[in-house]
């Protein structure tokens, strides 16, 4: 099967492309396996809502689900049994790109509850149980960039566990989850574990900036509010490259690691799809494009770069004093950037609950369904 050629350059220039997206139809129907070979796919990337989407569309759950109600399961015991099945048969299917790229590609990402976001110890208790249960080296366990996250990261890190760390939204925040790392693989060195073995990846989420940031400036209404719409997102990621760069390609903590065969953590751009329709629909794919990076997307973003996306080299590397400027003006405007930022963390925790919610809610009565059968 030949590869699409746009997604093939952005694969060259740097660009891992992982899909985010999972369901059991997908893996079972083929179309995972084509979308490697098609379309130059490498990881996958799962997330509550995900999940909720998947087990509520269609019947490829309901044996598995009546077959566990029978057990007597309870609702938390068949989600974590399902949504780790998927997982681990998605690990499979990527088994070979892990193969191929040393580790650094074929990931599958699974979300610890979204429910402990905010509790360190036992967001660490689930991240090793999942690592467990999934039991594949290519699994990566994501834990959201809370305050009560931070240490979390350090602590799985240091277990010899691959992290995807999710919701990250400042580049300060970011800084913090960098450290964590660090401090992840130093523990994880005197405990004896190979950090080569030791993959993450720091999941800086993109559109969702755009939203928050543009609606404020559509309240300011001036000539100078509206001439930053839509710069925000694509200067905030592009910062936060810039202390990619600073921490593991010239900093020297983790240089001194680089004997013991530690991996970089690579910056991922999450929620690529575009949310304002006026921007183009490849935007944060096309202008976010860097050296040893990850863009995790939506099918409908993908097919949209497949199809008229444009590779034209490195569109971040020397942008750092420009995307400054943009941050610099949309502060002198009175926007307050931390709570921006603090917004966007809140939201995105509660909508990943809200999501866990209504999988309870619809696993719990698919379960009664089950027992009165």
């Given at each position: 099967?030949?590869q699409?050629?746009n997604?093939?350059?952005?694969?060259?220039?740097?660009?891992?492309?992982?899909?985010?997206?999972?369901?059991?139809?997908?893996?079972?129907?083929?179309?995972?396996?084509d979308?490697?070979?098609?379309?130059?796919?490498?990881?996958?990337?799962?997330?509550?809502?995900?999940?909720?989407?998947?087990?509520s569309?269609?019947?490829?759950?309901?044996e598995?689900v009546?077959?566990?109600?029978?057990?007597?399961a309870?609702?938390?015991?068949?989600?974590?049994?399902?949504?780790t099945?998927?997982?681990?048969?998605?690990?499979d299917?990527?088994?070979?790109v892990?193969?191929?790229?040393?580790?650094?590609?074929?990931?599958v990402?699974?979300?610890?509850?979204?429910?402990?976001?905010?509790?360190?110890?036992?967001?660490?208790?689930?991240?090793?149980?999942?690592?467990?249960?999934?039991?594949?080296?290519?699994?990566?366990?994501?834990?959201?960039?809370?305050e009560?996250?931070?240490?979390?990261?350090?602590?799985?890190?240091?277990?010899?566990?691959?992290?995807?760390?999710?919701?990250?939204?400042?580049?300060?925040?970011?800084?913090a989850?960098?450290?964590a790392?660090?401090?992840?693989?130093?523990?994880?060195?005197?405990?004896?574990?190979?950090?080569?073995?030791i993959?993450?990846?720091?999941?800086?989420?993109?559109?969702?900036?755009d939203?928050?940031?543009?609606?404020?400036?559509?309240?300011?209404?001036?000539?100078?509010?509206?001439?930053?719409?839509?710069?925000?997102?694509?200067?905030?990621?592009?910062?936060?490259?810039v202390?990619?760069?600073?921490?593991?390609?010239?900093?020297?903590?983790?240089?001194?690691?680089?004997?013991?065969?530690?991996?970089?953590?690579?910056?991922?751009?999450?929620?690529?799809?575009?949310?304002?329709?006026?921007?183009?629909?490849?935007?944060?794919?096309?202008?976010l494009?860097?050296?040893?990076?990850?863009?995790?997307?939506?099918?409908?973003?993908?097919?949209?770069?497949?199809?008229?996306?444009?590779?034209?080299?490195?569109?971040?590397?020397g942008?750092?004093?420009?995307?400054?400027?943009v941050?610099?003006?949309?502060?002198?405007l009175?926007?307050?950037?931390?709570?921006?930022?603090?917004?966007?963390?809140?939201?995105?925790?509660?909508?990943?609950?809200?999501?866990?919610?209504?999988?309870?809610?619809a696993?719990?009565?698919?379960?009664?369904?089950?027992?009165?059968?």
């Open positions: 099967m030949t699409n050629q997604l093939a350059d952005l694969s060259a220039a740097g660009v891992s492309v992982w899909l985010d997206d999972l369901s059991r139809d997908r893996i079972s129907s083929g179309n995972l396996k979308l490697i070979d098609s379309k130059s796919v490498v990881g996958v990337t799962t997330n509550p809502s995900i999940f909720q989407a998947a087990l569309k269609g019947t490829s759950y309901d598995q009546n077959e566990l109600a029978a057990r007597g309870d609702v938390d015991s068949v989600i974590r049994t399902v949504t099945d998927d997982v681990r048969n998605a690990c299917v990527l088994a070979p892990y193969e191929a790229t040393n580790g650094v590609d074929g990931r990402s699974i979300e610890v509850d979204p429910r402990l976001a905010h509790d360190t110890d036992k967001t660490v208790a689930q991240a090793v149980e999942l690592w467990k249960i999934v039991d594949r080296p290519n699994v990566l366990i994501k834990i959201p960039a809370t009560a996250g931070i240490p979390a990261i350090a602590k799985v890190i240091g277990e010899g566990i691959s992290v995807n760390v999710t919701l990250i939204f400042s580049v300060e925040r970011y800084e989850v960098m450290n790392y660090l401090e992840g693989l130093e523990s994880a060195k005197a405990a004896g574990h190979d950090l080569s073995s993959h993450s990846v720091a999941s800086f989420f993109v559109s969702r900036v939203t928050e940031i543009d609606k404020r400036l559509d309240a300011i209404g001036t000539p100078e509010a509206t001439d930053l719409k839509g710069k925000a997102a694509l200067a905030n990621a592009r910062l936060a490259y202390a990619y760069q600073q921490v593991f390609e010239i900093g020297s903590r983790f240089q001194g690691m680089l004997t013991d065969n530690a991996r970089p953590q690579r910056p991922l751009w999450a929620s690529t799809g575009v949310k304002d329709p006026t921007l183009p629909d490849t935007l944060y794919v096309s202008e494009v860097a050296p040893n990076t990850v863009n995790t997307m939506p099918e409908k973003t993908m097919d949209a770069f497949a199809d008229h996306g444009e590779v034209t080299g490195d569109t971040i590397t942008k750092g004093q420009e995307s400054q400027a941050f610099d003006a949309i502060s002198a009175g926007i307050d950037l931390t709570d921006v930022f603090l917004v966007l963390e809140n939201e995105g925790v509660q909508k990943f609950e809200a999501s866990w919610g209504e999988l309870l809610d696993t719990s009565e698919q379960l009664s369904a089950a027992s009165k059968s």
